[in-house]
Antibody, heavy 118, light 106 residues
Framework: EVQLVESGGGLVQPGGSLRLSCAAS????????LTWVRQAPGKGLEWVSS????????YYLDSMKGRFTISRDNSNNTLYLQMNSLRAGDTAVYYC???????????WGRGTLVTVSS | SFELTQPPSVSVSPGQRVTITCSGD??????TSWYRQKPGQSPVLVIY???KRPSGIPERFSGSNSGNTATLTISGTQPMDEADYYC?????????FGGGTKLTVL
């Protein structure tokens, strides 16, 4: 069974940083591109960033470029999202999902809540 | 920039058919996926590559995509289908979700 488990969310002040993790199991991690999607309270889904199966290519929504960094550790089956210069507008549940581009998001984690507030 | 537009809400009576649309510039040239999200839960893939159903998704879910509009159809809608539905497509290396449609089964 495919499992994706996010962690690392919490309360952070504006301008602060957080690193999210997504631990994967139940599939060959290094064969799949992975993605972060977020959902602000009461709002819709928003793509944040994706990374290729090897980790050699990363893609970001324009508003995240320069602030967020996606990475992965294929030896430990873990996906990361380093978030810097956080703003109130980044408050959301962050989901990791398996897939990108032609591969649909066929598995999702339960999400981790990030709250940016003073 | 590439955008996808969905109606904010749609309602249907149990047992009836309902369609949810998703509009975008030349969307028919791209693959569209659909996700169902129930309150407090993670999204679930219900349609991919315009019309394919993942294993475990009931046959009453179907999809199509042509021109500027992709459509999710639920035939014989059941109360358990009440949820938010999101379309999604990608263009170059940018992924876009529609704003979501709240399906109410009255």
């Amino acid at each position: 069974e495919v499992q994706l488990v996010e962690s690392g969310g919490g309360l952070v002040q504006p301008g602060g940083s957080l690193r999210l993790s997504c631990a994967a199991s139940g599939f060959t991690f290094s064969n799949y591109a992975l993605t972060w999607v977020r959902q602000a309270p009461g709002k819709g889904l928003e793509w944040v960033s994706s990374i290729s199966d090897s980790g050699s290519s990363a893609y970001y929504l324009d508003s995240m470029k320069g602030r967020f960094t996606i990475s992965r550790d294929n030896s430990n089956n873990t996906l990361y999202l380093q978030m810097n210069s956080l703003r109130a507008g980044d408050t959301a549940v962050y989901y990791c999902a398996r897939g990108f581009r032609a591969d649909p998001y066929d598995s999702w984690g339960r999400g981790t809540l990030v709250t940016v507030s003073s | 920039s590439f955008e996808l537009t969905q109606p904010p809400s749609v309602s249907v009576s149990p047992g009836q058919r309902v369609t949810i649309t998703c509009s975008g510039d030349r969307l028919g040239d791209k693959y569209t996926s659909w996700y169902r999200q129930k309150p407090g839960q993670s999204p679930v893939l219900v349609i991919y590559e315009d019309a394919k159903r993942p294993s475990g998704i009931p046959e009453r879910f179907s999809g199509s995509n042509s021109g500027n509009t992709a459509t999710l159809t639920i035939s014989g809608t059941q109360p358990m289908d009440e949820a938010d539905y999101y379309c999604q497509a990608w263009d170059s290396s940018i992924v876009v979700f529609g704003g979501g449609t709240k399906l109410t089964v009255l």
